[in-house]
């Protein structure tokens, strides 16, 4: 019987934090578990949750992001050298394919669920290929992930896919790159089905906008609701969408009911200028219409806490950014922040543009790609320095996750939301980005004396320079 092993491997920094109590499995190499043939020995290595250890096998399948690709070329050329045949997945070798092979035997571009059972019998019969292209499926026939085969006991949550794709193109993200253009949804009665057979109470919904983007899209995640509670499924979601969430009460009144607890939606900005470089048109027509307090105020008095993301450290932010995104974050009273920086991951129209203009500092390659692990600045931006964007991160989380400020948001999120578990949710969720902050290096090398000073007075010079 032939070993696979499959490896997810992890950045040695852990940038976004890794509490136990915010852990949710991989589906990616489930998935692939899932398409392999029965006279397989499958073992997973997650090293978000154990570190690697070497294991015989007879053919390896690691897949890896660009934060993690290089753990994940040191693991691939282990197996190598042992004449051990090494395939290589994911976003990051998908956009990067011929650097991947400087590491494998193989790759696989794109999604691999079109390919693996042809590479596995090119594989057994000595005629694997450098390079496996697979194409976008049809998820009406999208396998059940094998979650038999990993660590249950280990994660906390438990993870389901209902989509693929966005029709978007944000200038940071490589999801329309690596899944394409097209919005492809799950049938619901598999979707229905898939969730009965996860163990865990909470579940994450790991879909890039679970509520689409279009009127058809939102009734697909309206019934899915519905048939939660029809099918009398008792569970609690974390899910990520956009603004537009906020916009239909009925929505909000059936997720909420459902056991949507946590929704993550990317704002990515309060500077309208920024909006347009990452080319989020929905966000900026809603900054425009001062919609982005009234939809977060609707979505949390349905009973649902907002994880607020940010992205701070454009060429179009200065040091009063930071103030004026943490007031907003204040006044709009949002009950989780995941801040980060801008990273010009390869597949994106950002890389391209730094590439392009010869910007990126970080390119000793495959290092430097743990810094790209969206905590870490890898050019310079052109209003400031990256001393100045690393000092004015310190001062917004410092400030987010003091305790006076920890006490007065969590009894907002209470008060608001009415939901103790959501409450509950949004406080753990807040301890692990503290958890990642108070460890960071940015925290011990930027927290002086004088910092709040110096980032409020950009504020209020700011304010006081457009009332004059």
Same mark, same amino acid.
């Given at each position: 019987?032939?070993r696979l092993?499959?490896?997810?491997?992890?950045?040695?920094?852990k940038?976004l934090?890794?509490?136990?109590?915010?852990?949710?499995?991989?589906?990616?190499?489930?998935?692939?578990?899932?398409?392999?043939?029965d006279?397989?020995?499958?073992?997973?290595?997650?090293e978000?949750?154990?570190?690697?250890?070497?294991k015989?096998a007879?053919?390896?399948?690691?897949?890896?992001?660009?934060?993690?690709?290089?753990?994940?070329?040191?693991?691939?050329?282990?197996y190598?050298?042992k004449?051990?045949?090494?395939i290589?997945?994911?976003?990051?070798?998908s956009m990067?394919?011929?650097?991947?092979?400087?590491?494998?035997?193989?790759?696989?571009i794109?999604?691999?669920?079109?390919v693996?059972?042809?590479l596995?019998?090119? =594989?057994e019969a &000595?005629k694997?290929?450098?390079r496996?292209?697979?194409k976008? $499926?049809? #998820?009406?026939?999208? %396998?059940?992930?094998?979650?038999?085969?990993?660590?249950?006991?280990?994660?906390?949550?438990?993870?389901i896919?209902?989509?693929?794709?966005?029709?978007?193109?944000c200038?940071?993200?490589?999801?329309t790159?690596?899944?394409?253009?097209?919005f492809?949804r799950?049938?619901?009665?598999?979707?229905?089905?898939?969730?009965r057979?996860?163990?865990?109470?909470?579940?994450?919904?790991?879909d890039?906008n679970?509520?689409?983007?279009?009127?058809e899209?939102?009734?697909?995640?309206?019934?899915?609701?519905?048939?939660v509670?029809e099918?009398?499924?008792k569970?609690?979601? =974390?899910?990520q &969408?956009?603004l537009q969430f906020?916009e239909?009460?009925?929505? $909000?009144? #059936?997720?909420?009911? %459902?056991?949507?607890k946590?929704l993550?939606?990317?704002?990515?900005?309060?500077?309208?200028?920024?909006?347009?470089?990452?080319?989020?048109s929905?966000n900026?027509?809603?900054?425009?219409?001062?919609?982005?307090?009234?939809?977060?105020?609707?979505?949390?008095?349905g009973g649902?806490?907002v994880?607020?993301?940010?992205?701070?450290?454009?060429?179009?932010?200065?040091?009063?950014?930071?103030?004026?995104?943490?007031?907003?974050?204040?006044?709009?009273?949002i009950?989780?922040?995941q801040?980060t920086?801008?990273?010009?991951?390869?597949?994106?129209?950002?890389?391209?543009?730094?590439?392009g203009?010869g910007r990126?500092l970080?390119?000793d390659?495959?290092q430097d790609?743990?810094?790209?692990?969206?905590?870490?600045?890898?050019?310079?931006?052109?209003?400031?320095?990256?001393?100045?964007?690393?000092?004015?991160f310190?001062?917004?989380?410092?400030?987010?996750f003091?305790?006076?400020?920890t006490?007065?948001?969590?009894l907002?999120?209470l008060?608001?939301?009415?939901?103790?578990?959501?409450?509950?949710?949004?406080?753990?969720?807040?301890?692990?980005?503290?958890?990642a902050f108070?460890?960071s290096?940015?925290?011990k090398?930027?927290?002086?004396?004088?910092?709040?000073?110096?980032?409020?007075s950009?504020?209020?010079?700011?304010a006081?320079e457009q009332n004059?």
């Amino acid at each position: 019987m032939p070993r696979l092993l499959l490896i997810n491997p992890a950045n040695q920094h852990k940038g976004l934090g890794n509490l136990r109590s915010t852990s949710w499995p991989p589906l990616n190499l489930p998935y692939i578990a899932a398409l392999t043939p029965d006279h397989y020995d499958i073992e997973i290595i997650d090293e978000n949750i154990e570190s690697f250890a070497f294991k015989p096998a007879d053919i390896v399948g690691i897949t890896a992001y660009t934060s993690t690709v290089a753990k994940g070329y040191e693991i691939a050329l282990l197996y190598r050298s042992k004449g051990i045949t090494t395939i290589m997945g994911g976003i990051h070798v998908s956009m990067m394919p011929d650097e991947a092979l400087n590491y494998c035997d193989a790759v696989v571009i794109g999604e691999a669920e079109d390919v693996w059972a042809k590479l596995l019998a090119d =594989f057994e019969a &000595g005629k694997l290929q450098p390079r496996y292209q697979g194409k976008w $499926i049809d #998820l009406k026939n999208l %396998a059940v992930p094998r979650r038999d085969i990993l660590r249950t006991d280990y994660y906390k949550w438990g993870s389901i896919q209902t989509s693929r794709g966005c029709p978007l193109s944000c200038s940071f993200c490589s999801v329309t790159a690596f899944n394409g253009k097209r919005f492809r949804r799950r049938d619901l009665h598999d979707v229905i089905e898939e969730l009965r057979q996860i163990p865990q109470k909470k579940v994450l919904l790991a879909d890039d906008n679970f509520i689409g983007h279009s009127n058809e899209d939102k009734a697909w995640a309206k019934a899915f609701f519905t048939r939660v509670r029809e099918a009398g499924i008792k569970k609690y979601f =974390f899910a990520q &969408g956009s603004l537009q969430f906020g916009e239909d009460q009925e929505l $909000i009144k #059936l997720a909420a009911r %459902a056991g949507l607890k946590v929704l993550f939606i990317g704002l990515e900005s309060v500077n309208p200028e920024s909006l347009k470089t990452y080319n989020k048109s929905l966000n900026l027509k809603r900054l425009a219409n001062n919609a982005y307090d009234e939809n977060i105020t609707r979505i949390r008095k349905g009973g649902i806490a907002v994880l607020g993301a940010f992205l701070l450290g454009s060429d179009d932010d200065a040091l009063a950014s930071f103030d004026t995104t943490l007031q907003f974050i204040r006044s709009s009273h949002i009950d989780i922040i995941q801040i980060t920086k801008p990273t010009p991951l390869p597949g994106t129209a950002f890389w391209d543009q730094l590439t392009g203009d010869g910007r990126i500092l970080r390119t000793d390659f495959p290092q430097d790609w743990d810094d790209y692990r969206l905590t870490k600045m890898v050019y310079k931006p052109a209003q400031m320095s990256i001393e100045d964007v690393y000092a004015g991160f310190t001062y917004v989380k410092k400030t987010f996750f003091s305790w006076p400020e920890t006490v007065k948001r969590t009894l907002s999120t209470l008060l608001t939301t009415k939901d103790l578990v959501a409450t509950i949710m949004a406080y753990k969720f807040n301890q692990s980005y503290r958890k990642a902050f108070m460890e960071s290096e940015h925290y011990k090398v930027y927290n002086r004396p004088g910092l709040e000073e110096r980032f409020r007075s950009y504020y209020t010079l700011s304010a006081n320079e457009q009332n004059e």
